[in-house]
């Protein structure tokens, strides 16, 4: 049985910064990124659909901070 892979999901504005991630995450075998976002928005819909174990982001998104927290209803 393989050794289970841990789930990364990147957040940055700056498409360079994801792919210089991106590039040092995924010469790690036992590190997979399963996805990307640009905005706190898409991040939060990212992070539903794709339930990662860790996500990288960055604290100063526009419109949404890395600190966001959404209200309980």
């Known amino acids: 049985m393989p050794?289970?892979?841990?789930?990364v999901l990147?957040?940055?504005d700056h498409?360079?910064?994801r792919?210089?991630?991106r590039r040092m995450l995924e010469?790690?075998?036992d590190i997979v990124v399963v996805g990307e976002a640009g905005y706190g928005q898409e991040a939060i819909e990212k992070?539903?659909?794709l339930a990662?174990?860790?996500?990288?982001m960055d604290f100063a998104l526009p419109g949404m901070n890395g600190a966001a927290r959404r209200?309980?209803?």
């Open 3 to 7: 050794d289970p892979k841990i789930t």
């Open 10 to 12: 990147l957040v940055d």
């Open 15 to 17: 498409h360079l910064v």
């Open 19 to 21: 792919r210089g991630f």
């Open 27 to 29: 010469d790690e075998d």
């Open 47 to 49: 992070a539903r659909e």
């Open 52 to 56: 990662p174990d860790v996500i990288v």
């Open 71 to 73: 209200g309980r209803s």
